[in-house]
């Protein structure tokens, strides 16, 4: 049965106020990841035109931490709606594998063509009685208010897995009857509480923030801050008494992620002598990928990752330990 790859007229799609590149951008050929090529900024869309919204926020974002600023709107059309509110909205965003099948008179399939799309949802919908936002505005009137809001108690955080995205956004949005809502909305960046690492909150666990794991015999230990920056070094140690001999050794830096279309592998290698593991000499510097996601688990998605200490041994499997580190 032939099989074929990703023709015209695929398209992915998110629902307002992130459907500023619905479209083909987000589909691809079998295999393809047309994430990667895309960042969470460029996923909002900051107004429907009604209404032209300005935020400015006291402090950036993280989980669990108040979100406090100003918003300021100025309508360019008229305005009539049911009620408005401000809200906090959470974006996942997810790559799917898809398929079709082209049959003939028969019923017999005679070709499938396969491909890939991305499908988001709103996780979170969160609205807030104040600021009290005006059901009506005519063009040209202006309207401002300060605002503070919770950010999520336990996250997620912001993250592009690659393969999925979270994104968060501050919107006001107008229910019109009968008709589309209008909305104004900001890119909301929302980092990752450390402290929330540190608790073992989710399925991160408190081992990833600890400086020595042991494991075994052995102990692995990070000797750089904890929890490591995306684009920074995570210095290592390793003692490991009962490390067998082999032809070869390594130390790598592990991601690994439940997304949809994921992809789990090595993202940072460095080789070092195997007679120097059981000797306590071992050490590496292994740099965290710029953009790199931070550890987390929310909105069904996690991303955590482990530094992982092998042996090459001829003939034979790989002897390996390994330990949980966190980033943000």
């Known amino acids: 049965m032939p099989s074929f790859g990703f023709s015209a007229g695929h398209s992915g799609s998110a629902p307002s106020p992130f459907d500023a590149i619905n479209g083909p951008r987000l589909a691809g050929g079998e295999g393809s990841h047309p994430l990667h090529s895309v960042s969470p900024e460029e996923l909002l869309n900051p107004s429907d035109g009604a209404v032209v919204g300005e935020f400015v926020f006291d402090h950036p974002a993280r989980v669990g931490d108040g979100i406090t600023g100003r918003v300021r709107l100025t309508a360019m059309k008229p305005v009539n709606s049911r009620k408005a509110y401000l809200r906090l909205v959470g974006l996942r965003l997810d790559e799917t594998r898809r398929s079709r099948d082209e049959t003939n008179s028969k019923g017999e399939t005679i070709y499938t063509e396969r491909w890939v799309e991305t499908s988001g949802k709103l996780f979170v919908t969160d609205s807030f009685p104040e600021p009290p936002i005006p059901t009506n505005l005519q ?16 996250g997620p955080p912001t993250a ?27 890119y909301l960046p929302l980092a990752q509480h450390p402290d929330l690492l540190r608790a073992g909150i989710g399925k991160q666990g ?3 923030l600890m400086s020595s794991v042991p494991v075994g015999n052995a102990s692995i230990n990070v000797v750089s801050p904890l929890p490591a920056p995306s684009g920074q070094e995570v210095v290592v140690t390793v003692v490991w008494p009962s490390a067998p001999s082999g032809q070869g050794a390594r130390v790598e830096l592990h991601r690994r992620t439940n997304a949809p279309n994921g992809t789990e592998g090595i993202i940072a290698s460095v080789a070092v002598d195997p007679a120097s593991l059981a000797s306590g000499a071992a050490g590496a510097r292994l740099l965290v990928p710029a953009g790199s996601a931070p550890s987390f688990d929310g909105a069904g998605l996690e991303i955590n990752y482990v530094i992982r200490v092998l042996v090459d041994r001829r003939l034979r499997s790989d002897a390996a330990i390994e330990r949980p580190v966190a980033i943000v």
């Open 206 to 208: 408190g081992m990833s």
């Open 160 to 186: 592009h897995l690659g393969e999925s995205i979270i994104a968060w956004a501050l919107e006001v949005r107008w229910d019109v009857a009968m008709g589309s809502d209008h909305w104004a909305a900001v």
């Open 139 to 154: 063009p040209g009137a202006t309207w401002e208010a300060t605002f503070m809001v919770p950010a999520p108690q336990l």
